[in-house]
């Protein structure tokens, strides 16, 4: 301890791209507060230098991940080598908790931010969100706040997830959106699809992912799409009464969605079961104030002769060839090996983009998936493709990061025995037909719910 107390720290200057992360920090730094971080130092400069130890952060994993963002190259660090690895670790965790135990004085803290308001200066940067300022006292007409600029909500305020081409899923604001639907809306998609999937499937041993956002496993327990998804791309490139073509339609979710955010669906579905469930939960879920969705029981080969007008957006999770069998219907996609699977695929995917307007979007979420021998077949690679072949431009890719699930156990068995990574994520792909300009403007503002605090049932 005394040797402790003469210690003298010195900053010196790294390459960014020479500081690892902790593989085992416990602290979880959303996107939302990486920004407010990255907002912190764009008006403060970097006054807080990153804790190491042989290169590994102890303390500054968020101004890390800000820092990088922001592309800087250097960054000012202390050198914590005087720690044993035992006090390294604990004081991981220490940092962050001690620093948990404090209280405002509220009153104190009302008048410094009144202050600061006086002096014109962005209290957005503090980094209070508008319930916690309205909880000392201080309302939007105090502070002269704006609620309607951009500047003083969130990103996940405004557009229901940061708009990244990274999407994360585990995220509070993600999950709580997504208990909004199942849990206060009803959505309950796996109706119609559980009991009657086979649940065969010619992969190899596998990286089970999972699809859009739908946990991938084989029955009973079918995959269920993800709704945040559909809301949020719904909102991104479409506006209220568009008309969303679903060639590949499956479950309820993405019809539900859609007549909840006034758009019009209309999803194909060779399934009579799985459209007689969605049409059932469609009418106990979908209000006078919703447009009620379509579906078509039909192949998707004849999309072009059951839908007789242009539409808005092509939206749509397929089938990932072999990976869930859906039914033994001959003309399932899922029942045919992949060279005949991407025929077809590809034909319903050009159909489909002739009925699309022009200056539009489509948009498919999408995954890899592997052949007998375990090897990818490029499905990702066959879709894109399959659109561009079709007269669309590759426009956006976004990668959907998904909860882990039971990867964490699969994860050292699959890397030994195959030197297999585990999936945990998807591709979220994003055509443009036309003029990129024309088609934003068509889209009109970009409408996102404030979604209250909703709890687990």
Known sequence: MEQLKDLKLEIIYKSISSINGYANNTRVHSQEQIDQIKSSISEFGMCTPIGIHNETIVYGHG??????????????????????????????????????????????????????????????????????????????????????????????????????????????????????????????SEKGRDENILGESKQADGDWGSIGGKKMTIAPNASIFDPVIAEIFYSFYSKKEDIILDPFAGGSVRGIVAGKLNRYYIGGELREE?????????????????????????D????????????????SCPPYADLEVYSDNPKDLSNMDYKAFIDVYRQIIYKSCKLLEDDSFAVFVVGEVRDKKGNYYNFVGDTIKAFIDAGLEYYVESILVEQSGTGAMR????????????????????????????????????EMELIEEVQED
């Open 274 to 298: 799985q459209v007689t469930e969605n049409r059932k939960q469609a009418n106990d879920i979908i209000t006078d104030d919703d447009i009620m969705p379509v579906w078509i029981n039909d």
């Open 63 to 188: 101004r890390w991940e800000a820092l990088k963002q922001l592309n800087y190259e250097e960054i000012p660090t202390l050198d914590l080598s005087h720690l044993t690895d035992a006090q390294r670790k604990a004081f991981i965790i220490a940092d962050n908790k001690i620093g948990d135990n404090s209280t405002w004085d509220e009153e104190l803290l009302k008048v410094e931010i009144e202050g600061l308001q006086e002096m014109n200066f962005n209290i957005d940067l503090l980094g209070f969100s508008l319930d916690e300022l309205d909880d000392l006292g201080l309302n939007d007409e105090d502070l002269n706040l704006d609620t309607d600029n951009d500047d003083v909500l969130s990103l996940s305020d405004r557009f229901g997830v940061p708009p990244f081409s990274i999407m994360d899923t585990r995220q509070g604001y993600w999950q709580n959106r997504k208990r909004h639907w199942k849990n206060k809306i009803g959505i309950n």
């Open 411 to 446: 994860a050292s068995k699959l890397i030994k025995a195959s030197r297999k990574l585990v999936k945990t994520h998807q591709n979220i792909l994003v055509f443009l037909k036309g003029d990129a300009k024309k088609a934003t403007k068509k889209c009109g503002e970009i």
């Open 300 to 315: 998707s080969l004849n999309i072009d002769k059951n839908v007789d007008k242009k539409v808005n957006l092509i939206f």
